[in-house]
């Protein structure tokens, strides 16, 4: 057992966020599915507890290492969302974690900019700092549960402004340097999620909406999501890496950013046909990928080598 912990890698926490994410995307259609993938996720929470709290040396580590670092934010934005999960059994339990979360969050982001931010090495940054600065824009999308809506909306300002600057930085970065390591190349996806995370918190936490921002952010985001669709069959076909996790949430943000859009839109009378479509689309990639993730995963975890597999820890 403890060498199944051992096993366990940090980037797993974005699985245990796309769980729970697809999980709030199948809601509408299956409360029973909803309550699976958040099983799930938690589960995943569960073996990444274990992990920090029975080899915190490797944890350490590991977090020295910038890819790392930044993709263990999506800790701290799955902790959000499964607090939601919990909120209807254990109200006062699940704002107490939500609150914790973003205080972590905040607490990485602060940690994360000043070991790798002070002076940037343009070779050295990658699609995976998103999520440490736009990711906090999670506590945006689920601050109406907690009726916490200024904390959500400055966490969508905090968030759309990384947003745009990083989109600079990092496609820049992806222009000028276009020779990625293996083990880091699945982290590509996650293009397709900092503008939907940003424009769902945006529909969730800010009050006095903008149709121009709305429409521009949805169709920047649906135009980074097609980028990403257009690499994603030979990132598929690499080896196993645990930057595989890129495979779930930004693609489940995507379809739910759609389709909290599409909501938005028929309310003020602008109902679009051609959107349905693309949300039935965006859905059934999303729960395709999100199943695939969990059995490479689970391949890797439990050392079932039926295809290649590469145990390096994505870096």
Request: net charge positive.
């Amino acid at each position: 057992m403890t060498d199944f912990i051992k096993r366990v890698p940090i980037p797993m926490s974005g699985v245990m966020l796309g769980c729970a994410a697809l999980g709030n995307l199948l809601q509408s259609y299956s409360n029973g599915l909803r309550y699976l993938f958040g099983i799930i996720s938690f589960l995943l929470l569960m073996l990444l507890v274990l992990k920090i709290t029975m080899y915190p040396s490797d944890v350490k580590k590991d977090l020295k290492n910038p890819i790392i670092m930044s993709v263990s934010a999506t800790f701290p934005m799955g902790v959000m969302l499964l607090s939601v999960y919990i909120k209807p059994f254990w109200s006062p339990l699940a704002l107490i974690l939500w609150l914790l979360a973003i205080a972590l969050h905040l607490l990485l982001i602060c940690a994360f900019t000043y070991r790798f931010m002070r002076k940037v090495n343009l070779k050295n940054v990658y699609v995976s700092y998103f999520i440490v600065y736009v990711g906090i824009a999670a506590a945006g999308v689920t601050s109406p549960a907690y009726q916490m809506t200024l904390i959500g909306t400055a966490a969508f300002w905090f968030g759309f402004i990384s947003f745009l600057a990083l989109l600079l930085l990092v496609g820049y970065r992806y222009v000028k340097y276009t020779e990625i390591p293996e083990p880091a190349q699945a982290l590509f996806c996650i293009f397709a999620a900092p503008g939907s995370l940003c424009l769902a918190a945006y529909l969730q936490s800010v009050e006095n909406k903008s149709l121009i921002l709305i429409i521009g952010l949805a169709i920047l985001s649906f135009l980074l999501y097609v980028l990403v669709l257009t690499r994603l069959i030979p990132l598929l076909c690499l080896p196993f890496y645990p930057s595989y996790s890129a495979f779930t949430f930004p693609f489940v943000i995507s379809a739910i950013a759609s389709k909290q859009t599409a909501g938005y839109l028929v309310k003020n009378g602008l109902e679009i046909s051609v959107v349905q479509s693309i949300i039935w689309i965006q859905t059934i990639v999303a729960v395709i990928l999100v199943c695939y993730t969990l059995l490479r995963y689970t391949m890797f975890l439990l050392q079932i080598k039926a295809a290649p597999v590469n145990t390096q820890t994505a870096r």
